[in-house]
Nanobody, 129 residues
Framework: QVPLLESGGGSVQAGGSLRLSCAASGYFYSDRCMAWFRQIPGQEREAVARIYTGVDTTYYADSVKGRFTISQDKAKSTVYLQMNSLKPEDTAVYYC??????????????????????WGQGTQVTVSS
């Protein structure tokens, strides 16, 4: 059973907002680094934002700083990605990812997809101009 389930993707006009959710199984939700990646066909997955669930430490790609916010609700075992001021170049499939328990987000490897052990199925975000 896949432990991560994304939702909240869709189509929006430039300047609009969307909130993505990543629901994890309760037993799975422990202190670890959880991240949002995005991927455009033909390109590598790009790390967008990540959060260490133990202490809420967050990190963002320069391309989304000030527009996207990653957060968590531990009671719901859910990580969110609030995306504001969306641009057409934000169009991609967005994936939720999680490391093994205890892995932190501060690692230099945390921006790479191979640092993450678990992946959701992805959700499409389309931003039109």
């Amino acid at each position: 059973q896949v432990p991560l389930l994304e939702s909240g993707g869709g189509s929006v006009q430039a300047g609009g907002s969307l909130r993505l959710s990543c629901a994890a199984s309760g037993y799975f939700y422990s202190d670890r680094c959880m991240a949002w990646f995005r991927q455009i066909p033909g390109q590598e997955r790009e790390a967008v934002a990540r959060i260490y669930t133990g202490v809420d430490t967050t990190y963002y790609a320069d391309s989304v700083k000030g527009r996207f916010t990653i957060s968590q609700d531990k009671a719901k075992s859910t990580v969110y990605l609030q995306m504001n001021s969306l641009k057409p170049e934000d169009t991609a499939v967005y994936y939720c990812a999680a490391t093994s328990p205890g892995d932190v987000c501060l690692s230099a490897r945390a921006g790479r997809s191979d640092y993450y052990r678990y992946w959701g199925q992805g959700t499409q975000v389309t931003v039109s101009s």
